[in-house]
């Protein structure tokens, strides 16, 4: 494991500073991604702009904000889809632009996706330089450009923006700005029901620190050592507190810091003040609870009132049971039984990257975060086609692959990305101007 009980000397430079390479590779991932989507639709006939703004999801959010909640549509099969399964606050932006610029609200929402992407971006470095160092963190931004749907983080979706203020807000968590951390949750909270996992990824550290800073009273700490891997993370948070510190040393190819430019880190660093961390821990869940009250009190069906809503998309929380019949129902013939064989190691490998990030050391935000938003991607009963965008915001799954980029020379890791861009621009212009996203 890592030892996080290490911190490096401060690195040079902002942080923007710090991140600009990063999001410069982010940012010509996507535009690579943008240029063969608009080729690939021309030669169809297609418009990439009304592919990326009015496809699927995006048409829900664009008529809440121009005409707001009520509308639904009542389907041969009983269902019900309403618009009231849709958060609130990428229509709220699509709508604030709308009024102060000629865009429509459909393009406004691509405008809204674009910008948030690369909040997220800067997020996705932020949150990895300060657990692993600055090579990981570009790395890590990079490959969250170059996921298979990553054309989705420019689409008028809400998957970018619900990243870049979940990002935000686990970094805040670990750099000890409790207030700015509840008040990201409170927002993400307001873009996806997945802000549930921000929720809990907040509460978690902030409940530990607590317990820390207790347990810290009645020992001598310079006596103490954190045995257990709770322990190391609960004590990595709480020495954020009150303090901006400094992000890791570079990553090394034998995986430990660099021994030259790194410091003991010790409980002598102050704990923010307590109201800091109860006020951030009362606003985190506000925006997500404020919703579904919402919801519930408009349909008059009480509390419950949005699982209704899910329901009548035939959306809910069934452990997987659902997932997995359709897994098995793949294999009742040869060619689908090959799609069956790859979900079964797709998900075997998000497991897998999940486990190393337990056992290199990921901080609890991290693991408590990503958790959820697996939880609640793969064990849901919503159409299984949507899994791998509603997967899209668990990017600390990606640290693990991260590192292992940061090991080699650069070229080598620059060719293996290059090639996955170029893989994942051509697969999002067929995919886009086919059947996807759902």
Known sequence: ?????????????????????????????????????????????????????????????????????????????????????????????????????????????????????????????????????????????????????????????????????????????????????????????????????????????????FLRERGARGAHDGDRTPGSAAEVCAERVARADGAQEAPHAPFTPEGSHDAAHASSRTLRAPFAPAWHRVLGLLLAPLGAAGYVLWVGHRTGRGPLGYLDVQAGWRNGFDGGYAFAGFVAGKFTSFPSALAGAGLIIGVALLIMLYVTGVRQGQPLPLLVYTGVVLALALCASSYFGSKPRLLMPAFPLLFPLARALARPRTSRSALVTAGLAVATAVYGAFWLNGSGPP
Not at 54 to 73: M, P
């Open 1 to 209: 494991m890592t030892d996080l009980a290490t911190r490096a000397a401060p690195a040079r430079g902002s942080l923007p500073r710090r991140a600009a390479p990063a999001l410069l590779g982010y940012a010509a991932v996507r535009a690579l991604g943008l240029l063969v989507l608009a080729v690939w639709s021309a030669a169809r006939g297609k418009s990439a702009l009304t592919l990326l703004s009015a496809r699927w999801d995006s048409l829900w959010y664009t008529r809440v904000a121009e005409l707001g909640y009520g509308y639904e549509v009542r389907l041969p099969n009983g269902d019900v889809h309403s618009n009231l399964a849709f958060f609130p606050l990428l229509p709220w932006l699509e709508r604030l632009l709308h009024g102060i610029t000629p865009l429509s609200y459909a393009h406004a929402g691509v405008l809204v996706a674009l910008l948030a992407s690369l909040a997220a971006a800067g997020g996705i470095f932020a949150v990895a330089e300060w657990v692993y160092g600055p090579r990981v963190g570009v790395w890590a931004v990079l490959l969250w450009a170059v996921l298979p749907v990553g054309v989705v983080q420019s689409m008028a979706y809400s998957e970018s923006l619900f990243t870049a203020l979940a990002a935000w807000s686990l970094y805040a968590v670990l750099t000890g700005r409790w207030v700015g951390a509840g008040v990201l949750a409170a927002l993400a909270g307001l873009t996806r029901p997945v802000g549930l996992a921000v929720v809990a990824a907040v509460w978690a550290a902030g409940v530990l620190t």
